[in-house]
């Protein structure tokens, strides 16, 4: 046990300690160490090598792009649903970002996916993708069916 004064009172009390892996810990000192065990850093990089790891933990964005005039950049607005704290409503909030462009290929209007990469500029951290078609959209060229394209009666007798 470590001896302390207690208050300035000249009392010596004993002050608790904790024996943590090899070390004590003395709390009433300012000390925090812990030591990790021997058997955790030996582990670490056995199974795996971790300049082969990459973390994709940020989800990607969908949005419209809003403005393309300036080189490389694309201003992308992002729009969600979100209940309001009052009202309890599903509410749009929107948000636009700033997302490079390599080959400045995308327009006003076009949809696109942003996917997060490293610090372009103070401004820019997303990738602009090109957003893949989905399977069930529905068809814009439909052909007009056969019952339409038929005379009406009213109009056949009269002429």
């Not at 090899?22 to 009433?28: A, E, I, P, R, V």
């Not at 970002?97 to 103070?122: M, T, W």
């Amino acid at each position: 046990m470590v001896m302390a004064m207690a208050m300035g009172l000249g009392l010596k009390m004993p002050v608790p300690t904790i024996t943590i892996g090899t070390g004590q810990c003395s709390f009433l000192r300012g000390s925090t160490h812990f030591s990790t065990p021997n058997s955790a850093i030996s582990n670490i990089g056995s199974t795996c090598n971790p300049s082969q790891l990459t973390v994709r933990a940020m989800k990607k964005l969908q949005g419209k792009v809003v403005c393309s005039t300036n080189d490389k950049t694309v201003k992308v607005e992002v729009v969600r649903l979100a209940i309001h704290p009052k009202y309890k409503k599903r509410v749009r909030k929107r948000k636009k970002y700033q997302a490079h462009d390599p080959d400045n290929k995308f327009k006003v209007g076009d949809l696109v996916e942003l996917e997060k990469c490293r610090p372009i500029s103070k401004t820019k951290t997303f990738l602009a993708l090109l957003v893949p078609p989905r399977a069930n959209s529905p068809k814009k060229n439909k052909t007009a069916p056969e019952e339409l394209s038929l005379l009406l009666e009213s109009s056949a007798t009269l002429s």
